[in-house]
C-alpha cells in the first residue's frame, strides 16, 4: 500500500488551467515498478478515469478529455502533476490520484481533493 | 468505449443478509478484465477485486467476484455494518471505464 496526497487550488476560474500535484510516499515514481493515474467523480457522481503516467514519461490519456489533458512527472520531488486545460463547470469534481501496475486497476488512492470552477 | 451498466441502482438490505451486484460491459471485457471498488462517503474508493474474482490484499473472504465476457458479478455474502456504501465496476480490457454504481443501503 502506497501512499498518495493531492495538492493544488481548490478553485479555478472558467476557461483557465486546473493543475494539481500528487506527492508519493514510499515508492519511487521513477522506477518502473507502478504507473500514476488521475480518476475524478463530480459531485454525487460516478469515477471518470482521466489519464496515467508511466516512469518513462510514456502517457494514456482517456479519449474525451485527450485534447485538454497533461500529465507528468516530478522525479526530484517524487511527484507527478495534472494540467486541465479550458475547464468549465462541468470538470468540477473531486480529484483523485492513484497508482496501478500496468494500466489495469487501482491498488492505492490518495484522498482525494475538491477543485471547483466558478467565477 | 465499453459502457459498464451497474445494477440495481440500489440494494436495501439488512445485515447478515446476502448481496449481489451485477456489472454489464456494453460488448465483451477481455481477459476478465474487471475490477471492483467499494466507496464510502468522503473517502476514496478501495479496491475490492480484480481480474474478475481476485481478492485484493486485505479484503475480506466475504467479498467475491465471477463472471466473464459481458456479465460479472460482486457478492457479498453476509453484510457487516461497515460493509454499506457504494460500489463501482471498472473494466481495463479496452482502455479504462467506471461502472454508474450500486448503493447498498441499510433496510
Known amino acids: 500500500q502506497l501512499h498518495l496526497q493531492e495538492s493544488g487550488p481548490g478553485l479555478v476560474r472558467p476557461s483557465e488551467t486546473l493543475s494539481l500535484t500528487c506527492t508519493v510516499s514510499?515508492?519511487?515514481?521513477?522506477?518502473?515498478?507502478?504507473?500514476w493515474g488521475w480518476i475524478r467523480q463530480p459531485p454525487g457522481k460516478g469515477l471518470e478515469w482521466i489519464g496515467t503516467?508511466?516512469?518513462?514519461?510514456?502517457?494514456f490519456y482517456n479519449a474525451s478529455l485527450k485534447s485538454r489533458v497533461v500529465i507528468s512527472l516530478d522525479t526530484s520531488k517524487n511527484q507527478f502533476s495534472l494540467k486541465l486545460s479550458s475547464v468549465t463547470a462541468a470538470d468540477t469534481a473531486v480529484y483523485f490520484c492513484a497508482s496501478d501496475i500496468a494500466i489495469n486497476w487501482f491498488f492505492s488512492w490518495g484522498q482525494g481533493t475538491l477543485v471547483t470552477v466558478s467565477s | 468505449e465499453i459502457v459498464l451498466t451497474q445494477s440495481p441502482g440500489t440494494l436495501s438490505l439488512s445485515p447478515g443478509e446476502r448481496a449481489t451486484l451485477s456489472c454489464r460491459p456494453s460488448q465483451s471485457v477481455s481477459s476478465s478484465s474487471l475490477a471492483w471498488y467499494q466507496q464510502i462517503p468522503g473517502q476514496a474508493p478501495r479496491l475490492l477485486i480484480y481480474?474478475?474474482?481476485s481478492r485484493a490484499a486485505g479484503i475480506p473472504d466475504r467479498f467475491s467476484g465471477s463472471g466473464s465476457g459481458t456479465e460479472f458479478t460482486l457478492t457479498i455474502s453476509r453484510l457487516e455494518p461497515e460493509d454499506f456504501a457504494v460500489y463501482y465496476c471498472q473494466q481495463y480490457g479496452t482502455s479504462l471505464t467506471f461502472g454508474g454504481g450500486t448503493k447498498v443501503e441499510i433496510k
Open positions: 503516467i508511466y516512469y518513462s514519461g510514456v502517457t
Open positions: 514510499d515508492a519511487s515514481i521513477s522506477g518502473s515498478k507502478y504507473y
Open positions: 481480474a474478475a474474482f
